[in-house]
């Protein structure tokens, strides 16, 4: 951008150019790998007749959707999205140690803090990486993907993770018919990597309304408390007005692809397939019907397993790369859409080309790595353990163990005292006895 047309030029003190800041050559930022990861359990339609109020006709008819996994005991966000996270590397055929940056988009963290990123990094054994989560709701995965391929364009990182982890089973309302039937818990993964090589992530557009933020909630720790006590909300369910955000939602998926496809000069027509936020078939259908390209180059997968949040861009995506539906030169697009309200769209020019050889050489390194991580998780947390104690809580530690010992001598010794004094007590008693019954007494002496 020249000097005139860079806007904030006159509000700005000119810095140094430092020796160490070289020009740098344009950085693209490719999908490199993906895997996706759903739990074994299966909920149906027909199971949930038994739950709630409703039935397989309504559910099919309204939302396209048949099923939805949902995530057992032992399974959670962190379980998932490392599980879905391991397939992407083992695509791209990188190492944890090589990534630089791993960003969770959820909306169902185990904690507010530490991050699910954090624990994933812990369990990948990612030893190099940043780590955070991201919060855009069922838009996440393309904020997330946005944000990464952003920071690779701009040099400081090269090869990032970006996961959307969901276990929306978890704070749904088993009561709330109009939304129990739509989630379903999963995960799924890419790896991006920069290169000087044109194509992979072409333009994204991110965009959010706050004023419909009462449409879709999930109230958490600090949320007010007039806001949880009108009856209809609750701490840590979710609710939603269907109706709001299904018009919501036909409204800016087709004008947030077409934005993002003029960036880069591109018409709905050049798409080869579409990747949209598994809500509803009918959002699905309205998205092809809007863009004015057909029904099979708008993916969709809502049936198996219901509306996942930020995970079902990414397990589509999985998906699609699995089933052959997407080849190297392809253009794509995902565009996102939830709470917030938020909404992203993102074009991508398709470049990956797995090699089956170079996977199966770096297969056991990485397996190295992850059991290197476990080890390493009771290890490091150990020594942690004995390291956060303060020089006074060492002194105090050490003194009460001295002590301890010094008590523990005491008794010791008055013990051995106490047998040795009557081990000689008994002693003595039997030599007097024996000198009482060998000398002969004066008497008998004199006779
Ligand atoms: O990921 C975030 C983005 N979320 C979305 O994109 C969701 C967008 N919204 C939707 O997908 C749809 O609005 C729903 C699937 C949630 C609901 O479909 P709808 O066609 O908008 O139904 P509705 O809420 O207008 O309800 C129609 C009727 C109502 O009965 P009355 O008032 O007409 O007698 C509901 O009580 O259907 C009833 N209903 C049900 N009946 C059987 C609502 N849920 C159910 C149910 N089973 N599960």
């Known amino acids: 951008m020249s000097d005139s047309n860079d806007r904030s030029s006159h509000r700005l003190y000119p810095g140094r150019v430092l020796a160490g800041q070289k020009p740098r050559p344009p950085r693209y930022a490719h999908i490199v790998g993906w895997g996706m990861e759903v739990p074994e359990q299966v909920l ?59 960003i969770v988009a959820t909306a169902t963290p185990e904690h507010i803090f530490p991050s699910t990123a954090s624990l994933v990094q812990d369990r990948l054994g990612a030893t190099n990486a940043g780590a955070f989560d991201l919060s855009a709701a069922c838009s996440g995965f393309v904020y997330a993907l946005d944000v990464a391929a952003s920071k690779i364009r701009t040099g ?11 276990t929306l089973s978890r704070v749904v309302d088993w009561a709330d018919r109009g939304t129990c039937i739509l989630f379903g818990d999963g995960a799924g993964a890419v790896v ?63 004008e947030s692809i077409k934005e993002a496809l003029e960036q880069v000069g591109l018409q709905p027509d050049d798409l080869d397939l579409v990747i949209p936020h598994q809500a509803n078939q009918r959002i699905i259908v309205y998205a092809a019907k809007t863009l004015k390209i057909p029904e099979e180059r708008v993916y969709s997968n809502v049936a198996r397993y219901g509306n996942t949040s930020a ?103 008055s013990e051995l005292r106490e047998r040795a004094q009557r081990v000689m007590e008994r002693e003595g008693r039997s030599k007097s006895d024996r000198s009482a019954d060998a000398e002969p007494s004066d008497k008998e002496a004199r006779e």
């Open 192 to 254: 991006l990597e920069g290169s000087s090589v044109p194509g992979g992530i072409l333009s994204s557009v991110l965009r959010s309304d706050g004023t419909g933020w009462d449409l879709l909630t999930l109230p958490t720790v600090s949320s007010r408390d007039t806001y949880l006590q009108d009856g209809q909300h609750e701490m840590h369910r979710i609710y939603m007005d269907g109706r709001g955000v299904f018009r919501f939602a036909t409204r800016v998926i087709g």
């Open 311 to 413: 995970a079902s861009i990414p397990i589509a995506l999985a998906e699609a790369a699995a089933e052959g539906r997407i080849k190297a030169g392809d253009i794509v697009a995902f565009v996102g859409f939830g709470g917030g309200l938020t909404w992203a769209a993102m074009v991508v020019e398709w470049t990956a080309v797995p090699s089956k050889q170079a996977y199966t050489l770096t297969r056991g390194r990485r397996k190295g790595e992850y059991a290197l991580a476990s080890v390493r998780r009771s290890v490091v947390r150990w020594w942690r353990r004995l390291m956060l104690l303060s020089p006074t809580t060492w002194i105090v530690a050490a003194r009460r163990v001295l002590t301890q010992q010094r008590a523990q001598f005491r008794e010791r010794r």
């Open 156 to 166: 400081s990182v090269n090869t990032v993770l970006v996961i959307g982890a969901e």
């Open 44 to 102: 149906t339609n027909r199971d949930l007749e038994a739950i709630v109020d409703t039935n397989d006709e309504w559910i099919t008819t309204r939302t396209g959707i048949k099923e939805r996994r949902i995530a057992a005991q032992h399974e959670t966000t962190t379980t998932l999205a490392t599980r879905a996270a391991q397939k992407a590397l083992d695509v791209a055929d990188i190492l944890p140690s090589e990534l630089d940056l791993i």
